[in-house]
């Protein structure tokens, strides 16, 4: 038998409030070890992280935001996240 990695990718947030209410306040993705990098709508790269631990978000300015996520299991997945107050 050979361990199997399931992930949720469905599940991805695209909006999260920064406003500390303790709610929907950083980029979650419902898993740890994916590499994530994070740019801005010019393209210029903000954040990279080999191994996120779904802690982005406070201190982020708001704005529209582009992803670029491999998850531990090799899957590649791109998006947007709108950062809101």
Known sequence: SLPIA?????QIPNVITTNND???EVFDVGFR???LEIFSRWG???YRSD???????PGVQRGLYYYLMTTPG???CKGWLEVME
């Open 6 to 10: 399931v992930e949720n990718l469905s």
């Open 33 to 35: 070890g994916a590499r």
């Open 51 to 57: 191994n996120y631990g779904n802690d982005w978000g």
């Open 74 to 76: 090799g899957r590649k």
């Open 44 to 46: 210029n790269l903000l």
């Open 22 to 24: 303790g709610k929907n």
